[in-house]
């Protein structure tokens, strides 16, 4: 209820059953309603992810609804009517998740059918999709004037929208027809943005060993148990500078009753790695519709720094001080205090210092 996966919930059946508002049913008091934007966006998440959107309406005691429900069912609607090609009959890919939105397929005649919800419309009109496949043909659905047109880069499909604007404030739909059977992924390659920072998300990360995106928010998680020292993620970057210094920035939240000194997140780029001791950081307090147990995020650095040449690079982060077991408190203390086995990372940065 209220949430959705972060991640494809592949090999089960699962429903995000979620309010206009924030609240079940009709009530008067409750003016925290969720924009029209918001609920397009949950609703192509969701089936990106493998999941099926159950929507809440309260109405009031005489069946008549609030106007604030009827607008958002109408943005909806209206979206749906150009767009439900896209939502209808899909699966979720293979791709990694993109920060720009999210994506779906299903077959065609010609091959199959890619389609990206473009939610952040790039400034420079150009999206890259991590995958192999040879395209036939591209179009915006809602504009049949403009054809994006597209190249094959090194990191992938390298996308022209050929348009300023998007076409909706929710998400805008690129539709591409593929030659195969289904879309290929290929491995994901991080680049640096304008600042020149590059940064690795939870979700954009390779893992072994038994770490994972946890089932509840983007961050890292199962970093302890036996064979701990086998666990990492790992993310590919590519250093468009030649010899620059960065320093590296851990976002993560953790909590507990007491912490062991040695804890710390290992970060290997090549022969070096940057080590940065963790804190407790403690919980959110309580506040409208979030959970008592969401985790306090915070940011830590390293003390050392590393220089990089220009190029693609492995960025390996491993658990030091992981507990062998761990076994929660029960009941209410757990609930309330959130305790995890090892603090769960939401995002790594290269900042560079020169």
């Not at 939610?119 to 192999?132: G, V």
């Not at 929208?161 to 909706?168: D, G, I, K, P, V």
């Not at 993560?252 to 790695?273: H, K, L, Q, S, T």
């Amino acid at each position: 209820e209220q949430w959705i996966p972060p991640v494809v919930q592949a090999g089960k059946d699962w429903e995000t059953c979620m309010t206009l508002n924030g609240s079940w049913g009709y009530n008067p008091t409750d003016p925290h309603w969720k924009s029209s934007e918001e609920l397009i966006r949950n609703l192509c998440y969701v089936i990106s992810r493998g999941g099926n959107y159950l929507l809440n309406v309260g109405p009031r005691a005489d069946g008549s609804w609030e106007p604030q429900v009827g607008e958002r069912l109408s943005d909806i609607g209206a979206w749906m009517r150009v767009n439900e090609e896209s939502i209808y009959g899909t699966q979720p890919t293979e791709l990694p998740p993109m920060r720009w939105g999210s994506t779906v397929w299903k077959p065609s005649e010609a091959g199959c059918r890619l389609y990206c919800h473009i939610m952040e419309w790039p400034q420079d009109t150009k999206l890259r999709l991590p995958h192999k496949n040879k395209v036939l043909s591209a179009r915006l659905m809602g504009d049949a004037d403009i054809r994006p047109t597209w190249t094959v880069g090194e990191d992938g499909l390298l996308v022209d929208l050929n348009r300023a604007e998007a076409l909706h404030s929710a998400a805008s739909v690129l539709v591409l027809e593929l030659e195969d059977e289904q879309p290929e992924a290929l491995k994901l390659v991080l680049r640096q943005d304008d600042d020149g920072q590059i940064s690795m998300k939870a979700p954009e990360a390779e893992f072994e060993g038994g770490v994972y995106v946890h089932w509840r928010a983007p961050q890292l998680d199962g970093w302890h148990g036996r064979k701990r020292e086998n666990r990492l993620a790992r993310w590919n970057v590519r250093a468009e500078h030649e010899d620059r210094t960065y320093r590296l920035v851990a976002r993560y939240g953790y909590n507990a009753e007491d912490m062991p000194e040695d804890m710390a997140f290992v970060c290997r780029i090549g022969d070096n790695d940057l080590r940065i001791p963790l804190q407790i950081t403690g919980v959110e307090p309580d506040a409208h519709n979030k959970e008592n147990n969401q985790l306090i995020m915070a940011e830590l650095e390293s003390s050392d720094t590393i220089r990089l040449s220009r190029g693609l690079h492995s960025v390996e982060l491993h658990a030091e001080g992981a507990p062998a077991s761990f076994r929660k408190p029960k009941g209410r203390k757990n609930k309330k205090l959130c305790y995890t086995a090892f603090p769960m990372l939401e995002e790594l940065r290269l900042e560079p210092i020169d």
